[in-house]
């Protein structure tokens, strides 16, 4: 996995993604992803988010087309064992959309340290980065407590810290926003800017357009179909109250002023003229 | 079920960790081998899952309640062996995190519960299964009929190891140091409190779980369709030591010794001498055991501990055999790259 | 059974269970006397113990384990009410109950008589005696094991003394999941209790337990899968590995001297 042959952290052609069952979850999927990108992954219930975030965690593999990540096909070959497993699940963490099952360890302080201990480095180091994960979210002081204790916002803070542990190249985020109070939310908005650099890449899906427009360069829209129907420049679609309407990424609601019914779309930006 | 600390006395007590021993470490590797790196969060999830099953206080017609256990269950979804370690994992828990059921007596329970229990039970339940369709209502009976016997297996055991204590470990003056109760009566008890009681709510909470997992879940099932045969003879093997074993006191009720193990004393009796050849061979082997007693304990106990050593023995001797059978067996099909096997 | 009793029956037991295990992590994390030492020195020592309580025949042994065991709770910041109330929940009433018949049955010399028939034996009275203080004394020093160990630690000492590893993989992620299934459990069996007017049969409650027994295997099967991706996610290649933190104090060695001390007199009196 050589990132100096080409610019692409992701490259994925024609990806199709069905499971055991035969139900289809992903169609078609064409996009490349380059360092500094910050994606948002939008789209309503059902349309296969999840799906290709593990798909580009190395966590389950395309039913046909390929995908490429750094350059190299992902295949459950390659990440099966090995030093090119290590490395790739070093240089791209996932953080599960659903903290119970991220946090797997009896206490915080094993959890963060879980994925640095994978890596082989020294005591000391690990000890730091643990350490230095839980500071940057300012939650040194639940080291000691087990996953059962912690609030909602506490869990999604460690899960958080644990990935951020190692340090990654790529961050993919499963709707890292939701459940989160709006002082919570703003924070982790700020952590991610901050954290974002040239030589990073940040894929995260949500269904909050809010979120959308305070952090991502680029959104990649999804359909009902389970393929991609828009891929671009955030502004160009935010303002498309049809094309928001038409994919289910706002809900129409309407009320009424004496016999005239106003119908319009939930959207911030919307002034209401009667 | 769970016997706690003191019921059972350290000889006893480490005796069961010793007959228990060589279950779990052929239950870790088989799991091993079938789920690979899978291992931890399957086995952990269905242990707490089995936490659960085992906390939930059942409703019986009439109006009494029990606990169920799950062995067989967990055994018809994942395989004996996976009963095996997930039910001893949650009886570590339960007698650690809960003191229920006691730490020296882990062993005894873990024999009862995680072993015999569930591999009864299973074994019962591919019998009366047979070849019939995932969905049918055969294969259901066989699932509540196969927890019912296992869980009845595992409560005559228990009965039998608390029953054993007042005739083995007594005091001078005849009191009981440990469980109070003889054979005569443990057995007797723990036989109708579960076969009235704890055994119809064992059969009912498998026969609801395998009703709904047939419904909804049925690939779940057939996995087990997939097991190599030899888990089948094992599975004979076992279930018919076991019976063997409770069937030995019977033999007691048998008038005389069996056929043609007449010591010399009863050949003189019955011959009117001792053929010499007999008279000096059996001095040369003085068994451990003599007339299948333990002195100072009563016929019935001393009986049923020999055979039960003897099952274990004898069990552990052919499971040796089929090994090295079967790693011959494989030496010949084995290429050359499959060098040293993996645990 | 009426509908009232099954919902709280088993919310009652599930409750319980849920508040144990906040209870021992609060404990465990007290600066008391045993919390201070480390968790191999206790593994060893506590259930050392449990085996002497197994190896007495006597009354005197049994009592100073008890007496021992309630001192060194109170040490450890474990509140006498607190301590005791467990003991009496756990076992002794169901140990009560075995114990009661033998008085009565158990055959040799009369303790109790009653128009001239024996009705209590000296060797019933002990025998019942001896079970009680037993399991009392055992039970008394398993809890005194986990409300000063934290699980993490407790695994850790375990791991120590070379119990295999995947073994303890999996009672570690157990443990953390068992929290989240009684949970999950409970709230439906609440849910349900609020939404109630009336009774059901036995059967609808039978039937309505079998569909909550499949709600929580579906969503332990749920968490095994995804566990195993989040596992993997971070580098999981069948070996969990752990930073060891236990290190031998000098009050670890006085414990251990103490403990050693006390177990040889104790076996001492008891083989006298």
């Known amino acids: ?18 499971y055991p069952g035969g139900i289809v979850a992903l169609k078609q999927i064409c996009f490349n992803i380059k360092e500094g990108e910050l994606v948002a992954l939008v789209g309503a219930n059902g349309c296969g988010k999840s799906t290709l975030l593990k798909l580009l965690d190395g966590l389950l593999f395309p039913s046909s087309g390929e995908l490429l990540a750094f350059g190299a096909k992902l295949s459950e070959k390659v990440l099966e064992t090995g030093n090119l497993a290590a490395e790739f699940r070093r240089r791209v963490g996932l953080v599960f959309q659903d903290p119970d099952v991220q946090l797997f360890s009896p206490t915080v302080w094993d ?36 996953p059962y204790l912690l609030s909602g916002g506490e869990k999604k803070k460690v899960s958080l810290a644990c990935v951020l542990s190692m340090r990654p190249q790529v961050l993919l985020l499963d709707e890292p926003t939701t459940g989160l109070d709006p002082w919570s939310q703003g924070n982790l908005i700020d952590f991610l800017l901050q954290w974002a650099g040239k030589d990073k890449a940040l894929v995260f899906s949500t269904q909050d357009l809010d979120v959308v427009e305070e952090v991502a360069t680029r959104i990649i829209v999804m359909g009902a179909g389970h393929d991609i129907v828009a891929d671009g420049r955030p502004d160009h679609f935010l303002s498309d109250s049809d094309f928001l309407l038409r994919h289910n990424l706002v809900h129409e609601h309407s009320h009424r002023h004496k016999e005239l019914v106003h119908r319009h779309p939930h959207l911030h930006e919307h002034r209401h003229e009667h | 079920m769970h016997i706690p600390d003191g019921y059972l006395s350290p000889a006893t007590c480490g005796t069961m960790y010793v007959v228990t021993a060589p279950f779990w470490v052929i239950a870790v590797k088989r799991v091993r081998k079938i789920l690979n790196h899978r291992t931890v969060p399957a086995l952990a999830l269905l242990a707490a899952f089995t936490f659960i099953l085992m906390m939930f206080n059942v409703p ?45 007596t882990l062993g005894a329970n873990c024999f009862n519960m995680a072993v015999v229990l569930p591999m009864v039970g299973y074994y019962i339940y591919k019998v009366i299964s047979g070849n019939s369709e995932i969905d049918s209502k055969r294969r259901l009976v066989g699932a509540a009929v196969g927890s019912y016997f296992g869980l009845l297996a595992g409560a005559l055991l228990t009965g039998l190891e608390l029953g054993i204590q007042p005739l083995l470990f007594h005091a001078a003056d005849g009191t009981p140091l440990y469980a109070p109760y003889a054979l005569n009566i443990a057995i007797p008890v723990m036989a109708i409190g579960h076969l009235a ?34 888990g089948k003879l094992w599975l ?42 007999l008279q000096s061979m059996s001095d040369i082997w003085h068994a451990p055991l003599p007339d299948y007693t333990i002195p100072g304990t009563g016929d019935v106990a001393g009986y049923i501990i020999s055979a039960v050593i003897g099952i274990i023995a004898v069990g552990f001797l052919l499971w040796l055999l089929g090994r090295w059978i079967s790693r011959k067996g494989s030496v010949k099909q084995g290429s050359s790259t499959s060098g040293v096997s993996k645990a | ?76 910041k474990v509140p006498a009410a607190v301590f005791l109330k467990r003991l009496l929940i756990f076992i002794p009433i169901f140990t009560a109950v075995i114990a009661i018949p033998a008085l009565f049955i158990t055959p040799g010399d009369p303790l109790v008589t009653a128009s001239g028939r024996t009705v209590i034996t000296v060797q019933g009275a002990r025998s019942a005696g001896l079970l009680v203080m037993r399991v009392v004394d055992s039970l008394s020093l398993g809890l005194l094991l986990i409300f000063t160990t934290p699980w993490n ?65 579906v969503k332990s099967q749920y968490l095994s899968e995804e566990v195993y991706l989040a596992m993997l996610s971070r580098g999981y290649q069948g070996e969990i590995y752990t930073l060891s933190s236990l290190a031998l104090r000098r009050r670890d060695f006085i414990w251990i001297a103490f403990a050693l001390a006390a177990a040889a007199f104790m076996i001492w009196s008891i083989y006298q």
């Open chain 2, 236 to 277: 004979i093997w076992s279930g018919a030591l076991v019976l063997l074993a409770f069937a030995t006191p019977l033999g007691l009720l048998a008038a005389g010794t069996a056929w043609a193990e007449w010591g010399a004393e009863e050949l003189q009796e019955l011959l009117g001498y001792i053929p010499r050849g």
């Open chain 3, 153 to 217: 630690k407790l695994l850790a000492a375990l791991r120590w003394f070379h119990l295999p590893s995947i073994v303890i993989d999996i009672l570690g992620m157990t443990y953390r999941y068992i929290f989240l299934l009684l949970h999950t459990a409970n709230s439906m069996f609440l849910s349900r209790q609020s939404r109630t007017v009336g009774r059901f049969t036995g059967a609808e409650n039978r039937r309505w337990l079998g569909r909550a027994v499949a709600t929580v295997m």
């Open chain 2, 60 to 104: 019986l017609p009439g109006g009494t309640t029990g606990h169920a256990v799950g062995g067989t269950m967990v055994a018809i979804v994942l395989g004996p062996w996976a009963a095996v370690l997930s039910v001893s994992v949650v009886l570590a828990i339960q007698a650690i995190l809960f003191g229920d059921g006691g730490l020296t």
């Open chain 2, 197 to 230: 009681i704890a055994g119809p709510v064992e059969a009912i909470v498998t026969g609801l779980v395998f009703l709904y997992l047939q419904r909804s879940h049925s690939t779940l099932l057939s996995r087990q369709a997939v097991q190599r045969s030899e």
């Open chain 3, 1 to 76: 059974m009426r509908e009232g009793d099954f919902l709280t029956r088993n919310i009652a037991g599930f409750t319980l269970a849920l508040e144990h295990i906040v209870l021992t992590e609060d404990l465990s994390h007290a600066a008391g006397l045993l919390q201070g030492l480390d968790a191999r020195v206790k593994v060893l020592t506590l259930p050392l113990f449990i085996v002497i309580v197994g190896l007495a025949r006597d009354f005197p042994v049994l009592i100073a384990v008890f007496i021992m065991a309630l001192a060194l709770a109170l040490l450890s």
């Open chain 1, 1 to 18: 996995m050589n990132s100096a042959n080409n610019s692409f952290i992701y490259e994925a052609r024609d990806l199709d993604y069905h």
């Open chain 1, 111 to 146: 959890e963060v340290t879980f994925g640095p201990l994978q890596l082989g480095i020294s005591r000391d180091e690990i000890v730091s980065r643990a350490n230095e994960s839980l500071e940057l979210l300012n939650i040194t002081e639940l080291k000691e407590r087990p």
